[in-house]
């Protein structure tokens, strides 16, 4: 049994309700989720559209306050400034400032992580080469494909060496030699010790990439537990966890 | 700090690159050297130096201060927008720090502006120009002369029983600025005499009698007559200007300050009519006194005004969207500037209906609220050859400069977060 410290992320009886501008309820997002999340481990949240990860995640990451439940990051309150110290981000889509360049970009977070500036450029350099990019550092990022702002994401995530790691699908957009790349990245971030909690519906990758998976249905959890434990695919698991009766209705619209 | 300056070089390359700084700088120069092909002085070289410095800068001060707070309005609200600030907001970084320095990217380019705007007024204009101190008469204060007044209004049995009724504070009010505003009448061959606080004065500083006729009824009086301070005087014939500066030469300087009432002798063949307690100065100056140094004072009050105005539009860029940050800060402006026109309008309470009342009371709380900006004082004592005096510049910088984006960054910072549940998903 790993001892408390060494649960990173840790999740109880959470819930998320949305409210609209006259707080009436809209949707419930996320509902009674408990979980955690140990140092060291590669933890998938996975579930089909709409299912609550980025809310969780966000939750996890002290964006949103959850509606009731607790969450704890390192054992402590998400959002403090000491928790956000050790953290790293990637979101679902890029969000990058249009105007700056990729190596302005990494500058940008590198200083509100407090970087020094012989450390900043250091990593910089590191990071640009690790995802590619050295030889389009400096352009803008509003002229970025899809797949290059994702890197220039990727690697700001990572500009602090923050200790748990948060992907929010970090392959959407990345072609398929990309893809391998960055479940290459992951497996070697988490070997060199650093905890990463990613969402993703591509069942493939988080079978490759993950040790540990918690499945989601309509803020649920519906199946949590070690991939290897499964004893079937995580494709056919996850198709009988949440796929029964969810089907794309062809025929009415084809008459 | 590092995080700060993170923040100071990420808006700063926001502006820069969208060329809204580009653009500003344009249009300001562009401004600065219209205004003297667009708008005349009265054929001398003074009126066209004070149409000069009053137009050119009041235009760009508005302008930048307009452009400024639609940028710091739209700086943190458009990330939200775009839902990047969310990656700001995870890192470590404090949230003042993010938001101030918002606001200090802003305002050093709206300063860096205002400060060439102000270096080409400085090279069109004469550098050791001479500005005046200004002192006004030593008069009861237009609020006991009221109160006075109200007194004698109750006692006396002609005042109509209606009028007695009303509120004592709105009719004390009304009659206090009436009072500001009261007339005097100098017949011709008569004097009229008011007292200074001529301690003030340096010994060797230059004196001058001062007369300004701002009013509706007499903008350009035609007036003949002779000033004595003391010893001092000098004489003053025909003249038409709206503000007419009459040097006092000293006789004998050793009894210059014997006395300090300034006598006016009307020499003329018409009344001259004014206000005391707004038309009667008398301006002293030393040497260094210079349009330069002042220009210097007035800029810096412009950019405290400015920091005030942008902390504030952040702040509401930190808790709203995008476009209502825009319109309130806009509002907020315009209710600035036009308070105070508003309540010199609405003079009469009493007669006034309801809806002018309120209307008049919502110009007040407006007046009170924005009263800093209320008037682009600095700009209209520079053009009037008035100094900018060094306790309204420490005033400005400690609360314009400091506090009040020290206050607004705080906010900012505790309603930066809360903000997220609003945003779409994403
Ligand atoms: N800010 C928000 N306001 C209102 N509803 C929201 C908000 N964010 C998410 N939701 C709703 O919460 C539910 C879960 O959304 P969430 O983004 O967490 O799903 P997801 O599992 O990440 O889906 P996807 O795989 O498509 O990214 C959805 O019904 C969504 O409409
Ligand atoms: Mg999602």
């Known amino acids: ?255 | 700090m590092r995080a700060f300056f993170s923040v100071v070089a990420l808006q700063l390359k926001a502006a820069a690159r969208s060329k809204a700084i580009a653009l500003l700088f344009v249009a300001s120069l562009a401004w600065m050297f219209a205004v003297p092909g667009l708008v005349s002085g009265d054929g001398t070289a003074d009126g066209a130096h004070q149409v000069f410095v009053r137009y050119s800068l009041w235009g760009v001060f508005v302008l930048v201060l307009v452009s400024l707070a639609a940028a710091g309005a739209g700086s943190l609200s458009s990330d939200r927008d775009a839902r990047r600030l969310q990656l700001t907001l995870v890192r470590p970084a404090r949230r003042f720090a993010v938001a101030l320095g918002r606001m200090v990217a802003l305002v050093a380019v709206g300063a860096s502006v205002l400060a060439v705007c102000a270096l080409v007024a400085l090279c069109r204009s004469d550098a050791s120009r001479r500005c005046w101190h200004v002192l006004s008469p030593v008069m009861e204060s237009p609020r006991s002369e009221a109160e006075r007044a109200y007194r004698r209004y109750m006692e006396s049995p002609e005042t109509p029983d209606e009028l007695k009724k009303t509120d004592k504070r709105v009719l004390v009010r009304i009659l206090e600025r009436k009072a500001f505003d009261r007339y005097e009448t100098v017949r011709p061959g008569a004097s009229a005499s008011w007292r200074f606080d001529t301690a003030r004065i340096g010994a060797d500083d230059d004196i001058a009698a001062r007369l300004r006729f701002s009013s509706e009824m007499g903008t350009r009086e035609d007036f003949t007559g002779t000033f004595a301070l003391g010893a001092r005087t000098g004489s003053v014939s025909n003249i038409t200007q709206t503000v007419v500066t009459v040097p006092l030469a000293a006789a004998d300087a050793a009894v210059a300050y014997a006395e300090d009432g300034l006598v006016f002798t009307n020499s003329g063949r018409d009344s001259l009519m004014l206000r005391p307690r707004r038309d009667v100065q008398i301006v002293h100056s030393s040497s260094d006194c210079t349009f330069a140094r002042n220009l210097a004072f007035a800029l810096v009050v412009m950019v405290s005004m400015l920091s005030a105005v942008v902390a504030f539009s952040v702040f509401l860029g930190a808790g709203l969207g995008r476009s209502p940050a825009v319109f309130t800060v806009m509002v907020t402006l315009f209710l600035a500037a036009a308070s105070p026109a508003v309540m010199e309008d609405y003079q009469d309470e009493v007669n006034s209906g309801k809806g002018d009342r309120v209307g008049l009371a919502l110009a007040q709380f407006a007046g009170v609220m924005t009263r800093p900006l209320g008037s682009f004082s600095p700009i209209g004592s520079l053009a009037d050859d008035e100094c900018v005096e060094l306790r309204d510049v420490a005033r400005a910088v400690s609360v314009d400069f400091v506090l009040l984006p020290l206050f607004f960054a705080f906010l900012a910072a505790f309603i930066m977060p809360v903000k997220q549940e609003s945003a779409i998903a994403g």
């Not at chain 1, 702002?149 to 392959?171: F, H, Q, W, Y």
């Open chain 1, 1 to 255: 049994m790993a001892d408390a410290c060494d649960t990173i992320v840790e999740l109880k009886g959470v819930e998320k309700t949305f409210r609209d501008f006259w707080l009436r309820p809209t949707v419930k997002a996320v509902d009674g989720l408990d979980l955690s999340v140990r140092r060291g481990e590669v933890f998938g949240l996975l579930g089909p559209n709409g299912s609550g990860k980025s809310t969780t995640v966000k939750m996890i990451l002290g964006l949103l306050a959850p509606s009731a439940g607790k969450v704890a990051l390192f054992g402590l309150p998400p959002g403090s400034p000491s928790a956000r110290a050790r953290l790293g981000y990637l979101p679902e889509l890029s969000y990058l400032h249009p105007f700056l360049t990729a190596r302005e970009t990494l500058r940008y977070y590198a200083g509100l992580c407090d970087l020094d500036r012989a450390t900043t450029r250091e990593r910089i350099r590191e990071l640009l080469d690790m995802v590619g990019l050295s030889d389009v550092a400096d352009r803008p990022v509003g002229g970025f494909s899809k797949g290059m702002a994702r890197r220039v994401a990727l690697a700001s995530s990572l500009i602090g060496k923050p200790e748990l790691l948060v992907l929010d699908e970090p392959t959407s957009g990345l072609d398929p030699v990309s893809t391998n790349e960055v479940k290459t990245l992951v497996k070697t971030l988490a070997a060199g010790g650093m905890t990463v909690l990613m969402t993703s519906h591509l069942l493939g990758d988080a079978e490759e990439t993950c040790d540990r998976v918690a499945i989601l249905n309509h803020g649920k959890s519906v199946a949590e537990g070690r991939v290897s434990d499964l004893g079937t695919s995580l494709q056919s698991f996850f198709l009988a966890k949440v796929g029964e009766g969810r089907r794309f209705e062809v025929a009415p619209f084809l008459k």
